[in-house]
C-alpha cells in the first residue's frame, strides 16, 4: 500500500496501475486498497494543494494515476458494496465550460466510494433535474470557475424547487469564485474550497 500511495501522489499512473493489479493478483480486498491505499494517498495531495506546496497541474496528474487504479477496482467495488457511501451528480452550470477543478472533484469522490455521474460542463438546470429523475443521488454537486456563471447556481437550486426534488437531495457548491457565505446566501447545503474539502463535504452531506 505504501508504495501504491508513493506512486499515485507522484502521478505515474502506469507504475499505481500495475501495483493495483499487484494487489488484486495477490489477493487483497479492493476496499482495502482504495482505502488503505488510494484515499490516504489523495488526503496527501489534498493537504498539499491546500498549503500551496503544489498545484493544479501537479494534482491533477495524481487524481488522473488515482482514476486509472480506480479502473481496475470498480469491477470488484460494484461487487462489494460495502465500499459504496451513496451516489452524487455533477457539472459545471450552464454557461461555465471549465472542467479541471470538477474533474478532479469527481475522481476523488469515486475514490472516496462515491457513485459519480459527472453531467460535465454548461450543464442547464433542467440537465441537472433530469439527472435527479434519472439517477436519485443523494448530492448534487455544483461547480462553476467564472463569476458571470454564478448566479446558474442559484437558478439551478431554484430549478429543483420547481421541480419538487430539492428536499430529497444535498447540494454542493464550489468553485474559484464562490465563497461560504455565498453557499448560505443561495441556500446550498454545503461549500467546498478544493477539491479534499469536497470529498469531506460529501461524506457529512
Not at 21 to 32: E, K, P, W
Not at 98 to 109: E, T, Y
Not at 180 to 202: H, L, S
Amino acid at each position: 500500500m505504501q508504495e501504491l500511495r508513493d506512486h499515485v501522489v507522484a502521478g505515474d499512473a502506469g507504475a499505481a496501475a500495475a501495483e493495483t493489479m499487484r494487489a488484486l493478483d495477490a489477493g487483497v480486498d479492493a476496499s482495502t486498497i482504495m482505502n488503505d491505499g488510494l484515499i490516504p494517498a489523495m488526503d496527501v495531495v489534498g493537504g498539499r494543494f491546500s498549503t500551496g506546496e503544489i498545484y493544479v497541474p501537479e494534482m491533477l496528474v495524481s487524481a488522473l494515476a488515482m482514476k486509472r487504479c480506480l479502473e481496475h477496482l470498480k469491477p470488484h467495488l460494484l461487487a462489494d458494496r460495502g465500499a459504496y457511501r451513496g451516489s452524487v451528480v455533477i457539472g459545471s452550470v450552464k454557461g461555465d465550460l471549465h472542467d479541471i477543478g470538477k474533474n478532479i472533484v469527481a475522481m476523488m469522490l469515486e475514490g472516496a466510494g462515491f457513485e459519480v455521474e459527472d453531467l460535465g460542463v454548461d450543464v442547464s438546470p433542467e440537465a441537472f433535474v433530469a439527472a435527479l429523475h434519472a439517477t436519485q443521488p443523494q448530492i448534487v454537486a455544483l461547480s462553476c470557475l467564472l463569476t458571470t456563471t454564478m448566479p446558474m447556481m442559484p437558478r439551478t437550486i431554484e430549478a429543483l424547487e420547481e421541480a419538487g426534488v430539492r428536499t430529497r437531495v444535498r447540494v454542493l457548491v464550489g468553485g474559484a469564485p464562490v465563497t461560504a457565505e455565498y453557499a448560505t446566501r443561495i441556500g446550498a447545503d454545503a461549500y467546498a474550497p478544493n477539491a479534499a474539502a469536497g470529498v469531506e463535504a460529501a461524506k457529512k452531506l
